[in-house]
């Protein structure tokens, strides 16, 4: 009888190799954003996987490279979703709300969450510099859309860095509090939060809603209410 | 000749132990801010007054102690601000935006700022539980005074949970980006991230500067341009 390979081919393996490493990154951002970094050990996520520890040492080298990793996959998240909105195109505020409204979603999702939750800061220094390399342009996107919404007249006047800061915090803190378990769907969340950042806290003389396109500016499509 | 003792009496004794427990706090939430919490040695911080490491396991058990009692302090400092705003009364917003701004200053000072760049997460449990009570109790005060505010008609109807964490994200992450030696001063940071969380990002038809009420609300005593 002809021997037929026990093994599958190379593309299928290679396949699968990038499954089981995916699998490992997103186990250990759970845990990471359970039960912190430093409380989680590389021996616990193995255990989550049914392995142990040596399976994880053929992917990463420690359980820094994996938070590495973690983090610049939450980053890279953001950074192509708003190249995806900037090449759809639209004024400053479109974008703007647009890019808003997938930073606030991505930061309820496990390697957004891992980004703010957790963060550069256990990293070395080199690692540190790559990841907030990676940060300071998803901010010159945010301050960029904010100074072409103020330039094309649909925005206040301000200081657009600051704006930006404000903006990133307020939608970054979702990430902090938010419970997948609570009341409150990821998607309640955005509209609620980015409805303050726009519209302000104060009320207004003249409602917002009373004017269709800004109003479809930021509830836009994913609206489910 | 009389012998004089060589010792302080006992209330200058523990004035000065006092004194250097405070030092070893603040110097290592500087340490902790600037490098980050695990890239921070007792080693570095007691080399930065002088000391060797043995002198402070004098005040603290370890590292662990000293970020407890870190972020702590900056807790302590928000509620307390909170705490005197609330005795000098006033309207909801007044007081809402009184608290807005403290927090927003004290997130730049050595201990604010520690309670955000490294929180509680490297801390164990049973600390980590104790810090959350904290912050659990600013939330609230914020909650309610938006909710007052809502009430007394002068913010927006909104979820006065969403908008408080909004809020406290907002300012949160100015800890985040401040840097002593840029160009904002950290008045000029709270002025206008408060101006965006209050007034919001969108032009408004009937421009609030023109409302003196809400304009001394929020930019208040502090104000300095």
């Known amino acids: 009888m002809k021997q037929i390979s026990p093994w599958k081919p190379l593309h299928e393996r290679e396949k699968e190799r990038r499954a089981k490493r995916d699998a490992v990154l997103r186990m ?22 049914n392995v142990t520890k040596p399976t994880l040492y053929y992917y990463f080298k ?11 996959i939450g980053l890279q998240m953001i950074d192509e979703a708003a190249e995806n909105v900037a090449r759809r195109g639209g004024t400053g505020v479109e974008q703007l709300f647009a890019v808003m409204r997938k930073y606030a979603e991505i ?26 390399q990676l940060k ?9 859309l904010i100074e072409q919404g103020i330039a ?7 200081d657009a860095k600051i704006a930006a800061f404000t903006v990133a915090g307020a939608l970054s803190w979702i990430a902090r509090w938010y419970r997948p378990d609570g ?16 519209e302000g806290l104060v009320r207004r003389a003249e409602p917002l809603s009373g004017r269709p396109r800004s109003t479809a500016m930021y509830e836009g499509p994913s609206r489910t209410k």
Chains 1, 2 share one sequence.
Not at 136 to 144: H, L
């Open 28 to 49: 250990a951002a759970q845990s990471f954003n359970e039960k912190g970094f430093h409380a989680t050990s590389l021996d616990d996520v193995a255990a989550r996987l």
């Open 62 to 72: 420690n359980k820094e490279e994996i938070l590495f990793e973690c983090v610049r």
């Open 107 to 132: 930061v309820t999702m496990d390697f957004g969450m891992c980004l703010i939750r957790v963060g550069e800061d256990p990293l070395q220094p080199a690692a540190r510099r790559k990841l907030r």
């Open 136 to 144: 300071a342009r998803i901010d010159r996107r945010f301050r960029s």
């Open 152 to 158: 094309e007249g649909d925005l206040a006047p301000c």
């Open 183 to 198: 009341p409150l769907s990821p998607n309640d969340i955005a509209e609620q939060c980015i409805s303050v950042l726009v």
